[in-house]
């Protein structure tokens, strides 16, 4: 076996990797808030939010299958609009994850906390960024090695879950089932405002999406793209579904909270002491894994960018390990400013600015929408998909207008795509004006 054929992995791999890169803070705590805006009506947006998912990632699936590229998504993006596209595309990738990496930094402190209550949050989000940074500076190998074990560890906790609630639900611990709901106002406590503002929730439990994308191109067969996406979404969707599902069905929506996991609030709730222990440390497993995973990415889009001139040329991977010295250092240090942010900065304010973070994933999943077909020949079945997907975002996005307390996110998602817009405006601009400004390869 060559060195290059050392690095690759199969589709079966590449579905566990992604789903370890996919399980997060975004499902675990996000459903919580799902629950509390739509009711028991808020499992069927993970079912809309799985389906779209897998229609952006067949799209990307089958670019990456005609024609596998490091950068993914932006170099797709580039191919289809043009340079402006490309750096768009990855710059806007980049500040998001960033941001949201802070996020997931305080959220695994405050998972910490729950046992050392009187340890200060920046020591444990410091420890954790150094933690992570260290994974990353062992190389690609070991994160995909690592991702493939905490992705199992975290898919057998869900599945232990739905076992644990079914087991309540037959009466066979705990308090037993609640009352099933019967009527639309039970099903939709909120109205369909309620619904609407829980599906941009359910779609950021599928934000590992991209780091799955930009691991295709290293499948023995990229033509096996599409079946690790397929597996990994279906798998999770089930999973999703019917934890959620289980957890309204053991507990009173109305002793759900957006300060608590539906599933910490079940165990509680059933006076089950040992469980709510179990789950903090799989919330912290999640929560490290994914941060990982968003370092690895990060990385890789900087890499992708510096090699075609939409970033300095000192950023390209130049040792064993895909890593440049500046590179890192960056990663670094925007990790770092992260976190500081995150301490410093208002936590009203903070949750907007990861919420208009994590906007901008979805902004991507759109523009991947609308360039695939300059790519790809879409049959009558796969355009119509294109178009539904489409739509279904855009309705997640709305509902982040609807639902107030999360409101000013969406203002600043969109100050952020102009001045990244601007970006793209002066770098094209540079480029037109002086014509020995040539991507590097």
């Not at 991702?147 to 611990?173: N, P, Q, R, T």
Request: glycine share 10%; with cysteine; charged share 10%.
């Amino acid at each position: 076996m060559g060195p290059r054929e050392q690095g690759m992995v199969t589709w079966r791999q590449l579905a566990l990797f992604g789903a370890g890169c996919t399980v997060g803070t975004g499902f675990f705590l996000g459903s919580g808030l799902a629950i509390e805006q739509g009711g028991p009506a808020s499992a069927a947006a993970f079912l809309i939010a799985a389906a779209s998912a897998y229609i952006v990632f067949e799209l990307l699936a089958g670019m990456t299958a005609a024609d596998p590229e490091a950068g993914s998504f932006r170099s797709y993006a580039k191919k289809a609009y043009g340079p402006w596209a490309g750096f768009s595309s990855g710059w806007a990738y980049w500040c998001s994850e960033l941001l949201i990496m802070g996020s997931q930094l305080m959220a695994l402190s405050i998972f910490s906390r729950f046992w050392f209550p009187n340890v200060p949050l920046w020591l444990f989000a410091a420890g954790y960024a150094v933690l992570g940074l260290m994974v990353l500076l062992l190389g690609t190998a070991l994160l995909s090695r690592l991702e493939h074990v905490l992705g199992a560890v975290k898919l057998m906790a869900i599945a232990g879950f739905i076992a644990l609630a079914a087991a309540i639900a037959a009466g066979w611990a705990g308090n037993g089932a609640v009352p099933f709901p019967n009527r639309a106002r039970e099903w939709l406590p909120n109205g369909i405002g309620g619904f609407w503002s829980a599906l941009v929730y359910a779609f950021y439990a599928f934000g590992g999406l991209e780091v799955l994308a930009l691991m295709a191109v290293r499948l023995r067969d990229p033509g096996d793209a599409p079946k690790a996406g397929k597996t990994m979404l279906a798998v999770l969707a089930v999973l999703y579904v019917s934890a959620l599902g289980l957890a309204m069905a053991i507990v009173p929506h109305a002793a759900f909270s957006s300060k608590e996991s539906p599933f910490v609030t079940a165990v509680h709730w059933h006076g089950l002491p040992v469980f709510p222990h179990l789950f903090n440390a799989v919330f912290m497993i999640a929560g490290f894994s994914t941060m990982a995973a968003s370092l690895f990415t990060v990385m890789t889009m900087v890499t992708v960018l510096a090699k075609d001139g939409d970033a300095p040329r000192r950023f390209v991977a130049n040792d064993r390990r895909g890593l440049s010295s500046p590179t890192f250092l960056l990663t670094a240090a925007g990790l770092f400013l992260s976190v500081i942010l995150a301490l410093l900065v208002p936590a009203r304010l903070y949750e907007y600015i990861t919420t208009a973070a994590g906007l901008l994933l979805l902004y991507n999943w759109l523009f991947i929408l609308s360039f695939a077909p300059r790519l790809l020949p879409l049959g009558r079945l796969a355009r119509w998909k294109r178009w539904a997907a489409f739509l279904f975002i855009v309705f997640a996005v709305g509902g982040t207008v609807v639902d107030r307390s999360i409101r000013p996110g969406f203002f600043i998602s969109l100050a952020l795509v102009a001045a990244i817009a601007f970006a793209a405006f002066i770098r094209t601009r540079k480029t037109v004006q002086n014509p020995r400004i040539r991507p590097q390869t």
